[in-house]
């Protein structure tokens, strides 16, 4: 059965969407600043579940990232009850559900990188399931707009969609590489490099993961181009997808500049640094926020792109059903 809009639903899904982008710069704090530690304990702060303690140094970060995580982790659980109220698709009853487990074991995933000093795979994955849960209350968000629920699909044919849709799938999938070398090189150079305990010569750590991540920049950026231009091109008129492509397109010039930076600050200026730098920390957490933003930004794009998808016998099931209901 089809779902009807709801104007405060889907207003609540995309501030809870807001409020996990801004946790995402919470975190990022955390670990630029290298604060991972202020707080030694978990689930407690400092032996209490409720006490505020000082919010001074590196523990205004990690408290301060723990309470918004508590907050969104909330939230969170209020958008499936109600999404189990107000919304007849099973599929996105299913999805809410997804996301209440998702920022669970996000938490989980936070307090054991902390109960076991950091180590850089937890924390890499961490920084993983952060972005994926922040994706998945975008999705969310847009799938209870009002322009999801009402306006027509305007259908788009298959053999231009296919190519299309596996060229975004594609393009995913290198944004995770991306991001998890990324993360890798992040927590590996401030835990065992030069920031910490020097376990690995920085040399090491560069061929390792930045070096990679600089070579996938280069096939993030070909694809970001195909598929945008593609769009652009052949599709002006959906604006359901021309957006999304324009501002892939945007964001990327954005984030290969905040990369290049990153690099200065963190390599070339940042080797012999003890305490991180405001440029350190500045550029660093906004090259991981606009990446965050181009994964979600191709996430919608694919969504939207099978939306449009002609030849009903292979649409979403979620939209068979609609058309069936609507027919
Ligand atoms: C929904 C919940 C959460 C989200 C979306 C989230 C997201 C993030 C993100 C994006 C980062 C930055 C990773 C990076 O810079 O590579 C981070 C760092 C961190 N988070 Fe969370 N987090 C959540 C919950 C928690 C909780 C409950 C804790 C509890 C202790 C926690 C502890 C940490 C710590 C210690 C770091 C720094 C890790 C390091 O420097 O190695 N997080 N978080
Ligand atoms: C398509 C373009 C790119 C994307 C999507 C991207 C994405 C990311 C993300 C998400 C992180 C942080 C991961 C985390 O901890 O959560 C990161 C880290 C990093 N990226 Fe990129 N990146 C791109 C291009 C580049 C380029 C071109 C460079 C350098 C020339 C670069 C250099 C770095 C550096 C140095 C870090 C680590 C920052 C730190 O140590 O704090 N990136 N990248």
């Keep these: 059965m089809p779902s009807s809009y709801n104007s405060a639903h889907h207003r609540f899904t995309v501030l809870v969407a807001v409020l996990a982008f801004v946790l995402l710069i919470a975190g990022g704090l955390v670990t630029s600043n290298n ?19 000082h919010m ?44 209440v487990a998702g920022v669970i074991f996000q938490g989980v995933l936070g307090g054991l990188t902390v109960l076991n000093y950091l180590p850089p795979a937890i924390s890499t994955a961490h920084a993983t399931v952060g972005q994926t849960m922040f994706v998945l209350l975008a999705a969310i968000a847009a799938f209870t707009s009002r322009s999801w629920l ?20 594609m393009l995913i999938g290198f944004l995770y590489l991306q991001l998890i070398l990324g993360a890798a090189f992040r927590h590996v150079w401030t835990k065992l490099g030069p920031m910490g305990s ?9 061929h390792a993961f930045l070096y990679p991540h600089i070579f996938n920049a280069f096939l993030v950026a070909g694809l970001i181009f195909y598929v945008s231009l593609r769009v652009l091109m052949k599709h002006p008129n959906i604006n359901h997808l021309k957006w999304p492509s324009a501002w892939l397109l945007l964001l990327l010039v954005l984030q290969i500049m905040l990369g290049v930076g ?25 090259h991981l926020a606009t990446g965050a933003l181009i994964l979600a930004v191709a ?13 009903s016998a292979e649409v979403l099931p979620f939209d068979r059903k609609r ?5």
């Design 299 to 311: 996430v919608i794009l694919t969504i939207q792109a099978y939306r449009h998808r002609g030849d």
């Design 56 to 99: 001074v140094g590196g523990v205004k970060f990690e408290h301060g990232h723990r309470m918004l995580a508590e907050l969104v982790g909330l939230l969170t659980i209020i958008v499936a009850i109600w999404t189990w109220k107000v919304d007849q698709r099973r599929w996105m009853r299913g999805l809410t559900l997804g996301a």
């Design 150 to 169: 009402e306006a027509p699909a305007q259908r788009i044919t298959r053999k231009d969609a296919s190519p299309l849709i596996r060229h975004c799938w």
């Design 323 to 327: 058309e069936a209901a609507t027919a």
């Design 35 to 53: 604060a991972g530690l202020s707080v030694p304990d978990w689930p407690t702060s400092f032996g209490s579940l409720y006490r505020m303690p």
């Design 198 to 206: 020097n376990e690995w010569p920085t040399h090491k750590i560069i």
């Design 262 to 286: 990153a690099y200065v600050v963190r390599v070339v200026l940042g080797a012999e640094e003890l305490q991180p730098t405001r440029a350190l920390v500045g550029i660093t957490v906004m």
